[in-house]
């Protein structure tokens, strides 16, 4: 059974630049959440798609956003690239459905984005 | 505001000994409580806790949820050098209505085993 997989593995861009991130999720997994992982602030929800709606966002900019697509995929995108945007972004799928109870989060390997 | 507390933030022992893991929260809405191990990049799960005073276990390494008094501890014994990793606490909380949809993270406990 394949895991999550994040593409591509590493990524340097400029300041000003915009940057999009893919997640697949586990085969049959409808929901994918969006973490950014840095030294200072550890792991932050990002946001979470489900059937491709979001349900959820947390505390970041609006040059952060995402969506998912009819096959669970999943897309993040950040516009107007800071050097404080550079972290690693962690995305992690789960089967949970609408209250359903849950089985954990399988998470990808992640990106790690440097803005230079 | 929600927040997962973790401690110690680091850990030096040596092979052999017990540990233990501290994770105290404060989470509306508060669905489950979950622990993974971070060695190099994918987090991996080791356990998720809904009940009070349920201990699961898995191999040399153990865990437990007190929903009263808001915390959960994860032990370890006979600690081995593969064993060192960063430990990550997070709280799974649900949205007004009622579908799980995020994680709120401790900033870990660096845990080292020296030989």
């Known amino acids: 059974k394949a895991g999550v997989t994040q593409t591509p593995r590493y990524l340097i861009k400029t300041r000003g630049q915009q940057v999009t991130l893919s997640c697949s999720p586990i085969?049959?997994?409808?929901?994918v959440s969006w973490y950014q992982q840095t030294p200072g602030q550890g792991l932050q929800f990002l946001f979470e798609y489900f059937s491709e709606t979001q349900r959820n966002k947390g505390n970041f900019p609006g040059r952060f956003s995402g969506r998912q697509f009819s096959n669970s995929r999943s897309e993040m995108n950040v516009s107007t690239l800071e050097l404080g945007d550079s972290a690693l972004y962690l995305c992690a799928s789960s089967s949970l459905g609408q209250g359903a109870a849950g089985y954990g989060y399988t998470f990808g390997s992640g990106t790690r984005l440097t803005v230079v | 505001e929600d927040k997962v507390v973790q401690s110690p933030l680091s850990l030096v022992v040596h092979e052999g000994d017990t540990v233990t893991l501290n994770c105290s929260y404060e989470?509306?809405?508060?669905?489950?409580l979950l622990w993974y191990k971070q060695e190099k990049k994918a987090p991996t799960f080791l356990f998720m806790l809904t009940s009070s005073g349920i201990e699961k276990k898995s191999g040399r390494l153990s865990s437990i949820l007190d929903k009263k008094e808001l915390f959960s501890i994860l032990n370890i014994t006979a600690t081995q050098t593969g064993d060192s990793a960063v430990y990550l606490c997070a709280v799974e909380a649900m949205n007004y209505g009622g579908a799980t949809n995020k994680l709120i993270f401790g900033t870990g406990t660096l845990l080292a085993v020296q030989p």
């Open positions: 989470v509306t809405n508060f669905r489950s």
């Open positions: 085969s049959g997994h409808r929901s």
